[in-house]
């Protein structure tokens, strides 16, 4: 079954801790992106990767780091210096930026919240 | 910068049609993606236009006009399964840009 693979589904953080969000996907894609989505607005980027080693910062990076170690792999790390982290995070990844085209398809999100 | 802008919201009955306009203004143009997103749901594509014209599939059509940086969604035979959320983003070089999205929700 291929697909984007979020994890968790739902993530508590609490105040001064740092939390990552999963993010794997077994569609052979090079390039992987991470979003923000809150009520009322649209998706905003926060990092994206177009292949392995290689990311570059979106336009609400502040407060966010990424790595890409593995093709599959893109974990997104929600830092302290992140003050209002409460939204819906979602993965994303396409074949690259060599196609035109370049779908994005997304995982099922992650539901972050602050205790 | 990008500007991308979509209604809020929509209501239709079930059965007939229903037209989302997206208007854009963005430094550069690849492409303009519609993707449909039920509620706590990931986004799932729905069309893509490049070339100015009408784009058909199945139930749904997609059309652009470069030119007046503009869009539309049509929803034919609207069902119950069709309430959702629309979102209409545009590429570059790189990278989509949103619109904030459309609710449109369909009533018997």
């Known amino acids: 079954d291929g697909g984007i693979t979020q994890s968790p589904k739902y993530l508590f953080r609490k105040e001064g801790q740092n939390v990552t969000l999963s993010c794997e996907q077994n569609?052979?894609?090079?390039?992987m992106y991470w979003y923000r989505q809150d009520p009322g607005q649209g998706l905003r980027l926060i990092y994206y990767s177009q292949i392995v080693n290689d990311f570059q910062k979106g336009d609400i990076a502040e407060g966010y780091s990424v790595s890409r170690e593995k093709k599959e792999s893109f974990p997104l790390t929600v830092t302290s210096a992140q003050k209002n982290p409460t939204a819906f995070y979602l993965c994303?990844?396409?074949?690259?930026?060599?196609?035109?085209?370049?779908?994005?398809?997304f995982g099922a999100g992650t539901r972050l919240s602050v205790l | 910068g990008q500007n991308i802008d979509q209604p809020t919201e929509m209501t239709a009955t079930e059965g007939a049609i229903v037209q989302i306009n997206c208007t854009y203004q963005?430094?550069?143009?690849?492409?303009l993606f519609w993707y449909q997103q039920h509620a706590g749901e990931a986004p799932t594509f729905l069309s893509y236009?490049?070339?100015?014209g009408l784009e058909e599939k199945g139930r749904f059509s997609s059309f652009l006009s470069r030119s007046k940086g503009y869009s539309y969604l049509l929803l034919k035979e609207l069902q119950m399964k069709d309430s959702a959320s629309y979102l209409c983003a545009v590429k570059d070089d790189y990278k989509l840009s949103f619109g904030a999205g459309t609710t449109v929700t369909v009533r018997a």
């Open positions: 569609l052979n894609h090079d390039a």
């Open positions: 963005t430094s550069g143009f690849n492409g």
């Open positions: 236009n490049v070339l100015d």
């Open positions: 994303a990844s396409s074949i690259g930026f060599r196609q035109n085209k370049n779908i994005q398809y």
